[in-house]
């Protein structure tokens, strides 16, 4: 329990940033669009927004660089990747459609559910997950980028999809970090630098984003994944 006071202040803190850049991007999203329907250059909600977001980047870079590697609890990694599979599953039954790519993504999203599920069922017996879950999900998050290029690429301003884009790239990464600490290969800081960052990005993705569910259990995983067993970031000695 000790540990896990320690730990809190970094996951609740870029928390509270992304909560901050969540509302900031609301109010921009709502006072600050003309009527082409573009973002107004310059609004104090957009400089703050990046300050925001500059601070909650530096933040990360000195919690890893002085090797905060969080406290242990049981039962936040295993509400964390059930709140994901629920998150993958209704992601892929609302972008369900006639493509080829849709379909890969909804077979895909399914199996990936289904390992998530089965991970958390491994956690709750005290057992290391199976890497194969994490692998599904980072090829999950990256087929969805694939098809989500279309739409990001027709948009007419970064900022209308740099935070949806960014979430996607840090939980990407993240399950990649997490199917390394489940082969024995850990990366301690950059699973720690990736899920604080996906903490923050997922919750500033949210205002106006198609996939609000999914970034929300994201950024949940996220949080929770950094209160693992010590176990899960063992390295293999083989």
């Not at 694939?146 to 970064?158: A, H, N, T």
């Not at 630098?193 to 198609?210: D, E, H, K, V």
Request: charge should be positive; hydrophobic fraction near 55%.
């Amino acid at each position: 329990m000790k540990n896990l006071f320690k730990t809190l202040p970094a996951p609740a803190l870029l928390s509270g940033l992304g909560a901050l850049c969540c509302l900031l991007r609301w109010l921009l999203l709502a006072v600050g669009v003309d009527e082409k329907g573009l973002l107004i250059s310059g609004m104090l909600p957009e400089i703050l927004l990046w300050i925001l977001t500059a601070a909650a980047a530096g933040y990360t870079v000195l919690d890893v660089r002085n090797k905060n590697s969080g406290g242990a609890n049981l039962l936040a990694p295993i509400v964390g990747e059930g709140v994901l599979a629920v998150g993958v599953a209704l992601s892929c039954l609302s972008g369900l459609g006639g493509s080829l790519l849709e379909m890969v993504r909804f077979l895909l999203g399914l199996v990936t559910a289904a390992l998530l599920l089965y991970g958390a069922w491994c956690r709750k017996q005290e057992k290391k997950p199976h890497f194969s879950g994490y692998v599904c999900l980072c090829a999950w998050f990256a087929l969805s980028m694939v098809g989500s290029y279309r739409p990001w690429s027709e948009s007419p301003q970064l900022q209308l999809y740099f935070f949806d884009m960014w979430a996607a790239v840090l939980l990407t990464l993240h399950a990649y970090y997490h199917a390394a600490c489940a082969v024995g290969f850990p990366n301690r800081r950059a699973r720690r630098f990736t899920g604080l960052l996906a903490i923050f990005a997922c919750l500033a993705a949210l205002p106006g984003s198609a996939h609000v569910l999914l970034y929300l259990a994201g950024g949940i995983w996220a949080f929770a994944g950094l209160f693992v067993p010590e176990s899960d970031l063992r390295e293999n000695t083989l």
